[in-house]
């Protein structure tokens, strides 16, 4: 069997089914970007000018200070294909892209960063590459024109990222991505998951590719990303490792963890308890003991986490949750009329 030869008819057969791309949301938080704002929204306007596709452009204020909101009001004014969403205070880039998603209407959701690194001349090979029959298509800054502080960890996190998750692409946390509109809608976006979004949606059976994008050097402002950013990272790719493979099986994750620590500790005590049937000496003098016990109770502990989570993922989870359905074909709407039902019966 030719698996490349199988996916290429199934990308091939999803293409068919959808056609070409007729509308297109864009959606760009900013925070504190005002500088750069109008020059985006030119550069979207000429890279879409060329296209057959409608657009819309959603800016989401992610709690700016500078006015950016106030040029983003005239650009709409300006441009009917403009939409400002403006948030009360700053909730994250995660929050203002999931608003911005839940606002988009069109069959193909872009987004990009508002500080002119991300060149909007790209969005054109995104759609192409959707159109190939994918359902995320993320960009990869190959070319990076950022500091060796910033890309040597971005390297090193996208590397490890790619491994875990089975996901062959190189830059898994460039923002520039393009979603199909039922992917964008399968997603989740909280805390700093918006980075994990190839990952998220290639966990639940979505076809993710990568294109190679221009990057620009930054010219205003400064990255709204610190040293936290990667501690932050790792914490999140335990969250997505739980949500991606454990969400419904939580006990399996717990497990790996409590179930080692028990029966190493159960191994101590055994071991004392051995010296102490043959007469070997005292053992409650002995450190192995508290070290086993302590073992003991831990791994006890997690597991119980385990069934815990078990018991709320029972009944906290909904039917539709446990699959994600690609498409369903035939059928009629059920008649509600009941002399509607007697008189089709008879």
């Known amino acids: 069997m030719n ?145 060796l502080g910033k890309t040597l960890p971005s390297k090193v996190f996208n590397r490890m990222t790619a491994r875990m998750f089975d996901v062959d692409l190189h830059d898994i946390n460039c923002g520039f991505k393009a979603y199909t509109r039922r992917a964008a809608r399968h997603l989740n976006l909280y805390g700093e998951l918006h980075r994990f979004t190839p990952a998220l949606l290639h966990a639940a059976g979505y076809r993710v590719a990568e294109i190679a994008v221009e990057h620009h050097p930054r010219q205003h402002g400064v990255s709204k990303y610190g040293p936290r950013r990667m501690i932050k990272g790792l914490l999140d790719i335990a969250t997505v490792k739980l949500v991606t493979r454990y969400q419904s099986r939580p006990l399996h994750f717990f497990a790996m963890l409590g179930l080692p620590l028990m029966l190493i500790g159960l191994a101590f005590i055994s071991y004392l308890s051995a010296l102490w049937v043959l007469d070997m000496g005292p053992i409650g003098n002995r450190p192995l003991l508290l070290i086993g016990i302590l073992f003991v109770i831990t791994g006890t502990q997690v597991l119980g986490v385990g069934l815990v989570a078990e018991l709320l993922q029972a009944a906290g989870l909904r039917e539709r949750d446990k699959y994600v359905i690609d498409q369903t074909i035939g059928g009629e709407p059920l008649m509600q009329d009941p002399g509607e039902v007697r008189g089709r019966l008879g």
Not at 7 to 19: F, M, Q, T, Y
Not at 62 to 82: F, M, R, T
């Open 3 to 147: 698996i490349s030869s199988d996916l290429d008819r199934a990308l091939r057969a999803r293409a068919e089914r959808r056609g070409p791309v007729k509308t297109v949301s864009i959606v760009v938080p900013f925070l504190n970007e005002a500088e750069t704002l109008e020059e985006m929204h030119a550069r979207i306007t000429v890279a879409m000018g060329a296209l057959a596709p409608r657009h819309e452009v959603i800016f989401v204020d992610d709690g700016s200070d500078d006015g950016g909101d106030l040029v983003v009001e005239a650009l709409a004014e300006a441009d009917p294909a403009v939409r400002l969403i403006r948030f009360t205070r700053n909730f994250g880039k995660a929050a203002a892209l999931s608003a911005g998603m839940a606002e988009a209407r069109g069959d193909v959701i872009v987004t990009m960063d508002a500080d002119l690194q991300d060149d909007p001349k790209e969005i054109p090979r995104f759609l192409a590459r959707l159109e190939e029959g994918y359902d995320v298509v993320s960009g990869w800054k190959q070319m990076r024109h950022d500091p």
